[in-house]
């Protein structure tokens, strides 16, 4: 029997398809041997060109360029854009000024998360906003949905519609023409300094030297049209994504990486890019956010991406009482990582000081002799600096044989494999 729907629960299946090729693929298999490319959110991506850990620090001492070719990018336009952002997304769009971006969540009614996007406003009436590659074919289709009229907006009141109709363009659809755009990311100190190095209008320069985290601006480089925004995803203070049209995108990451070379930029995969967000204690869809134990934004850390105080929006129901009830929440911590320390995964138990199962691992990296995880826990039950412990549930059916648990319940009480300590929520670089 299946399980009765929440009411305003929105329901997606995605299509099963073959993974295609980024808009940057030609450029990966020059740079890299092909058992480097996996099939990533329904495309074929780079894990690493030299290696993680290579890729790793070079963001965090020079510079590192992704390819970022798959993200989701929509444009909505029109006199109805804000308000309909506004209702569709917790944040509010409202405070956004020309030039500016924020982060922010899609929530359907019931109060699942369905993704977080970054909202760019390039005009008035003019909006881009990035969504993630897993998300972006339920992301079209919940919008779809929307200006339908047939998805719920509100559980207290199901027949209430959406007034708001603005236009919805995919970005990346070679229909948009000239307009199409898509993602490279360029993170690290040295960034600012190579994309000084590709611009040639002084007023441009000065622009970027002085552009603020969640800013971006719109230029040229060598006559292509490109959007510079000051964000990114792996917690560099210094980070820049380009967002130019698919054809120039080739030609946008070899300037890069000629440019970038005295610089040390080197070109990454998605393995760093996954270390650096789990070091820097950013979210990724799936492990931090919604995922088995529905994680909403509170428990995520981000509470202040959810406004609460605007008159309405879909799921501010849903979110009050979370923001009331939730008594769980994402941490960082830290464990040895040397070699011959066996590696810590997700699912992995997280024991207290008591002894006692608290949680569980979300997602682990390896980074420098260290394992940094971030993990679901009871709330207040881990601190910054406080003693906790891991305990290995099994991977295969001898180490069940041997008496390994293959997973371990709230409450239960085992003895940890290995011992480590909390650190704050988010990296202070």
């Known amino acids: 029997m299946k399980k009765k729907l929440a009411v305003g629960t929105f329901v997606f299946e995605q299509a099963e398809t073959e993974a295609s090729q980024s808009a940057l693929y030609e450029k990966h298999i020059a740079l890299t041997n092909k058992s480097h490319i996996a099939s990533f959110a329904g495309y074929l991506m780079p894990l690493w060109y030299s290696s993680i850990s290579d890729e790793h620090n070079a963001v965090r001492q020079a510079a590192g360029m992704f390819d970022c070719t798959h993200m989701g990018v929509l444009e909505v336009t029109g006199p109805q854009a804000e308000p309909f952002l ?43 906003v ?28 199901p027949g209430l519609k959406l007034q708001y109709k603005p236009d919805v363009r995919d970005m990346r659809d070679t229909k948009s023409g000239k307009d199409c755009r898509v993602d490279i990311a360029l993170q690290g100190p040295a960034s600012v300094d190579v994309v000084l190095s590709l611009l040639k209008n002084q007023k441009d320069k000065d622009a970027i030297g002085n552009l603020k985290s969640f800013k971006f601006i719109e230029t040229t480089i060598e006559g292509i049209d490109c959007i510079i925004s000051r964000t990114g995803y792996t917690g560099a203070k210094v980070c820049f994504e380009f967002y130019v049209h698919p054809d120039k995108a080739g030609r946008i990451w070899d300037l890069i990486l000629s440019s970038g070379k005295k610089f040390g930029v080197l070109p990454c995969g998605l393995g760093a890019r996954d270390s650096l967000r789990i070091e820097a204690g950013l979210p990724l869809y799936g492990h931090e956010l919604d995922g088995a134990f529905g994680i909403s934004p509170f428990e995520a850390g981000y509470n202040w991406a959810v406004k609460l105080q605007k008159e309405f929006f879909i799921a501010k129901s849903a979110m009050q009482n979370r923001a009331q009830n939730y008594n769980t929440e994402v941490v960082r911590i830290e464990v040895a990582g040397e070699k011959g320390v066996r590696p810590v995964r997700q699912n992995d138990a997280i024991i207290g000081t008591g002894g006692t199962c608290i949680g569980w691992v979300l997602s682990c990296a390896k980074v420098a002799d260290k394992q940094i995880a971030l993990v679901y826990v009871d709330r207040d039950s881990i601190k910054e600096g406080v003693a906790i412990g891991v305990y290995y549930v099994a991977r295969n059916s001898g180490q069940v044989q041997n008496g390994k648990k293959e997973n371990v319940g709230k409450g239960e009480r085992v003895n940890a494999d290995i011992t480590g300590k909390g650190l704050s929520r988010f990296a202070r670089f």
């Open 86 to 128: 506004n209702i569709i997304s917790t944040n509010d769009v409202s405070k956004l000024e020309p030039g500016s971006a924020q982060y922010s969540y899609i929530i359907d009614a019931a109060g699942n998360v369905l993704d977080d996007i970054i909202v760019y406003r390039r005009e008035k009436e003019k909006f881009m």
């Open 130 to 157: 990035v969504v993630n590659a897993a998300n972006e074919p339920k992301i079209k289709a919940y919008i779809k949905g929307l200006l339908a009229g047939q998805v719920i907006i509100d559980a207290d009141n």
